[in-house]
């Protein structure tokens, strides 16, 4: 069981412990550039670094998810031409795609697609957060400007070319 509100930092490695079992990652917060750069590393770490080229991540908003929901559910179930774990990015989530993913997770199995949903602020009383922070198979990570790990750091100054 992963149930997870994960630290910043130990994003990497939570989904690294739960690939197998991972339906849902909820990545959250006012800082967008972050935000994407954690999905990209999620669907890196999920699919691997040819999982775009292979057809293996699908990007939906949540805007189209909520005209054609069968479409999603599809999509989920779907098992591509090439081989390898699938993700399906939902951007820009608000609380109305609660009741779609509790009904995805209802029926998701490990050969599923994982779902990796990226949202702006979402408040601490948002359904959507407390649903998954306290889902049982889910992972749920804030991102804030002040967050930062040395080894973003320590590429920061190598690109500025800096020696401390």
Known sequence: MVKMKIHFQKFESAIRENLASLPLILIFGPNQSEVKEKCKQATDLICGPTGTDELRVNTLTETSLLKDPQSFYDKIKTIGFFPGKQTIILENVTDKIRGYLERALDTWSKDDATIITTANTLRAASPLRK????????????VYDDQRDSKKIEKIIRSASLNI
């Open 131 to 142: 649903w998954v922070e306290n889902h049982p198979r889910a992972i749920c990570v804030a």
